[in-house]
């Protein structure tokens, strides 16, 4: 599809960011203090909370309806004719119209592991992986150490590779194979700084600062005239903003957390930001995901769980609930949980997918994000 585009990822430099969890976050802060440089800066990110255009924007400005409709309508015969995936197809036209739009520079999140993700055809300025996790087994296993190789995939000959991986012995496994794949040089982030950090950030939550202390590595080890930034964190991650990050809106609280080591961020969250009591929490979780320890980190720092099934998860990957004792209750159809959550509610926290966090949004009077 690239081929049949005229190469439009060669049209622009990248940086490429992985990783389990905060890849997202990442990504927000290196693009918002490149923005404040001056510069036109695209985004792709994954997935999307309501709208597939949300996923490609310009100066934060999304890819129009009509426009992405105009690139599938083009691509339609070379989609079906190669089976490409949605995020195939949608790759694809990401870097057509970041081209089209004439960025300077975009920032590209990965999708899924590294090696084998469609973003990996970009030869970036820098390469970076957040941490590494469970997830996805079914596509790239249950041992952390083969995780961690397949996000090293992204490294490239002479290019930066950055990580803010903690656990010693994944970081080495993260280390090796970049260094396998010829990346130079390869940064290390002692994300146990956060401790010691005080700066204002623009997304909430302790572990932001561990991404942002990954985000000021990767801004650093750009080539000028993108880089570096200097040893302070720029002043524009005050700014950075992404929805769905232990995003506070009113008494609602909406984080995409959609694995074990995600909710128990959104837990040390809520005990750091102290919300206003009962805090109720609304939960939908593909059963492809390990839900039960997910809820079991959740259940101690909410006053009510609420569990419930988010529309726009494909039937195959709902969930269905055994008993969970009595403070815990299931209620499938999710516009009456949306509406009962809110009962005696001091705080509402949504979370558990991004497919529950865009629904509730869609259907949140004034809160679906701009795409």
């Known amino acids: 599809m690239l081929d049949v585009l ?43 909370l309501v709208s597939p255009t949300e996923r490609i924007t310009v100066d934060d400005v999304p890819i129009s309806e009509a426009a992405f409709a105009e690139w599938t309508t083009q691509l339609r015969s070379h989609i079906e004719r190669l089976d490409a995936s949605f995020f195939e197809a949608t790759t694809a036209i990401a870097f057509a119209d970041l081209a089209a739009r004439g960025v300077d520079i975009a920032v590209i999140e990965v999708g899924l592991g590294g090696r084998l993700d469609a ?3 970009l030869t970036p300025l820098v390469s970076a992986v957040t941490k590494i996790a469970l997830e996805h087994a079914d596509y790239l296993g249950s041992d952390l150490k083969g995780i961690a190789r397949e996000k090293a995939g ?15 012995d994944i970081r080495a496994e993260l280390v090796k194979e970049a260094k396998r794949r010829g990346a130079e040089p390869i940064i290390m982030v002692d994300t146990s700084l956060r ?56 008494k609602w609280i909406f984080d995409v957390a959609h694995n074990p080591d995600g909710m128990q961020v959104v837990a040390d969250a809520i005990r750091d930001y102290k919300p206003r009591p009962p805090v109720h929490a609304l939960v939908g979780i593909r059963n492809d995901k390990d839900w039960r320890a997910m809820l079991e980190t959740l259940r101690p720092v909410v006053d009510r769980l609420v569990l419930t099934v988010p529309p726009s998860i494909p039937v195959m990957q709902r969930w269905s609930i055994e008993d969970m004792g009595p403070e815990v209750s299931f209620e499938p159809d999710f516009e009456r949980a949306l509406h009962d959550i809110q009962e005696s509610a001091g705080t509402v926290l949504v979370t558990g997918s991004f497919h529950t ?8 009077p004034g809160f679906a994000p701009v795409g």
Do not use: M
């Open 357 to 364: 966090v865009g629904d509730a949004l869609a259907r949140l």
């Open 119 to 121: 973003t990996n055809v």
């Open 195 to 250: 401790a010691r950090r005080s700066t204002k950030l623009g997304l909430r939550g302790r572990h932001q600062v561990a991404n942002a202390l990954v985000a000021h590595a990767v801004l650093n080890a750009l080539p000028e005239p993108f880089g570096p930034v200097g040893k302070n964190f720029p002043a524009s991650f005050a700014n950075a903003y992404i929805p769905g990050r232990f995003e506070v809106r009113g």
């Open 6 to 48: 005229g190469r439009p990822e060669r049209h622009f430099p990248a940086i490429h960011i992985g990783g389990t969890n905060g890849k997202g976050s990442t990504c927000a802060f290196v693009a918002n203090e490149l923005r404040a440089q001056g510069w036109r800066v695209g985004l792709y990110t994954s997935p999307h």
């Open 154 to 168: 992204i490294a490239k000959p002479k290019v930066p590779f950055v990580t803010g991986e903690p656990d010693h």
